[in-house]
């Protein structure tokens, strides 16, 4: 058997052991047999009761209000968030930056993607909510669909973390997991990390005939502070608005001077 | 070099459009600074999340070198009266910008004077000097 036939007999032997033993057991890790998409129309028809509100719609953190995750008077690091802390208060006191991971194309990653100055797009299903900010178009889908939460021991990190929710009578309550260890901040000028054990708590209420959205945001991450940080913010409507496609670019990102300037420090 | 001539209400506007458009951070920006230079436009770039303009600059050496200043996304410049074809290579500029605090050539830009005669800012300004439209960030 020559090489390249040799090669092509190995590939497809891999395929079939693959499609035969593989891709169900694959699939089968995040989901139990069985379960359905939150996009598959049986999911979508099953009875529920009626949801409180409708967030669909596009929505801007209000205007005026810190757009930073800034940490509650008297927090406690951990040593080790201490360390980032206090290498970024070093830096910005020398009009340097720290780590500036968000100029560098890194996600802004949950809770400061919800908050960044530009729209998000929210919309609502019976079994899901799909949140996409337009800043790097990054995606949450919450799903309301009644499953928990996946087994952490495989759930894939990620930098928006994975989102349940459910309905307390008018308040919408998200519950969010799973996140990335690294390039990843509570508060990214404050340098203030967040971790793989961050949890997010949002209670979500509809005000002002629904034109306003609050947030309660309940942050705990034990490898990062003590004790809970509550944070409330609001987004407004914007009716008038829709989303494109914003892609950072690295050809895009060398000519910004603020990100590729030698005063952003990466290595500490 | 000419200096562009510019009334208190458009310098209130300039200073808070700079100190909102905080981007990604600017830390690396000095923001206390403006400076004023003629260049040769080498590129516009009209493009989310930031547009961003080269302009060749002869300095105090006599050597030319390229300024890179960072700009809004288009959807604001646009309401401040720009359109991708507002600047193109080639073109004189006199342009403000808010510069590098290392010295590196570039920085945040401010406003220009284009070949028709207008000087463009980033944002609409409003009447009286009041504050700019909100300013996206990365």
Known sequence: MNKSRAGRVGMVGLVLTFVAFGASDLLAQFQPAGTLGVLAPANIAKSRPKAPFDITGTWLHTQGENERFDPPAGFKLTPEAQKHYDASAAAVKEGKLYRNDIGLCWPAGMPIMMTRVWPIQMIQLPTSIFMISELMNSMRIVYMDGRQHVDPDIVVPSFNGESIGHWEADTLVIDTTGFVDQHHWIQDRAGIPASDALHIVERIKMQNQSKRLEIEFTLTDPKSWVGDWKITKHWDRQDERDIAEVECLPDLNEHMPTVHSSDNIREK | ?138
């Open chain 2, 1 to 138: 070099m000419k200096a562009i001539r510019l009334t208190g209400p458009v310098i209130l506007t300039l200073s808070l459009a700079v100190s909102l458009f905080a981007h990604h951070s600017a830390a690396g920006v000095d923001q206390t600074k403006t400076v004023t230079h003629e260049g040769i436009v080498k590129k516009f770039n009209w493009a989310n999340p930031h547009s961003y303009l080269e302009i060749e600059v002869i300095n105090e050496k006599g050597v030319a070198e390229i300024w890179n200043l960072e700009m809004m996304p288009p959807s604001y410049l646009v309401k401040a009266g720009w359109k991708s074809s507002t600047l193109k290579y080639g073109d004189k500029v006199t342009f403000t910008a808010r510069p590098m605090r290392n010295g590196d050539p570039g920085g945040l830009f401010v406003s220009v004077k284009v070949p028709d005669g207008r000087t463009l800012l980033q944002t609409a300004p409003r009447g009286g000097g009041a504050a700019p439209a909100p300013q996206y960030q990365q």
